[in-house]
């Protein structure tokens, strides 16, 4: 392959194709949980649920795409593996037991927040430690969109909850601020 000469040391470049590997490996992780909900969810807001997670995982497969093709216009390769997504991500399974509805949305927001606190970390280390401020901009247009997606599912399970059977919960007192 021939030498990148885009203003970026092999070291900077390679900082930031990690950064970049454990987005896309939360990305992906997200993406497979995201779709096991799509399928699996139950109850008085299966409609709303089912068509939400559709748009979302369709996001995220296209922000998968733009990830892997950022890290090889980086001169690297992206992860495409589970083991490799499992290694390099942050986003654990969900593996052995189907959630109730809320609870699936609540598990969502707290990986969308995840990769929220990640992508604000690798923006600022590509900015001032790497010197790639292409990657921190690409990263900050990936973090408004999870932003967005967990204001979205945030907002679905404030108020009242339902659980899958339709009941009510028991409530729960929630600390101003939180």
Request: with cysteine; glycine share 8%; proline share 3%.
């Amino acid at each position: 392959m021939r030498r990148l000469n885009i203003g970026l040391t092999d070291e900077q470049r390679q900082g930031v194709i990690e950064l970049l590997n454990q987005d896309l490996s939360d990305s992906y992780l997200l993406v497979v949980k995201t779709k096991k909900f799509h399928w699996d969810v139950v109850g008085p807001q299966f409609r709303s649920l089912h068509e939400i997670w559709e748009e979302q995982y369709e996001q995220l497969t296209e922000n998968i795409d733009a990830i892997a093709e950022r890290v090889r216009a980086l001169g690297g390769y992206p992860i495409g593996t589970m083991e490799g997504f499992l290694k390099a991500g942050t986003i654990k399974e969900q593996a052995g037991n189907i959630p109730t509805a809320t609870e699936m949305v609540a598990l969502l927001v707290d990986n969308h927040e995840q990769i929220i606190r990640n992508l604000r970390e690798h923006i600022d280390r590509c900015d001032e430690e790497f010197h790639d401020q292409g990657t921190a901009d690409f990263l900050t247009g990936l973090m408004e969109g999870h932003e967005e997606s967990a204001w979205m599912l945030r907002s679905f399970i404030e108020g009242e909850e339902l659980q899958a059977d339709g009941s009510q919960p028991e409530k729960r007192k929630t600390p101003v601020g939180v």
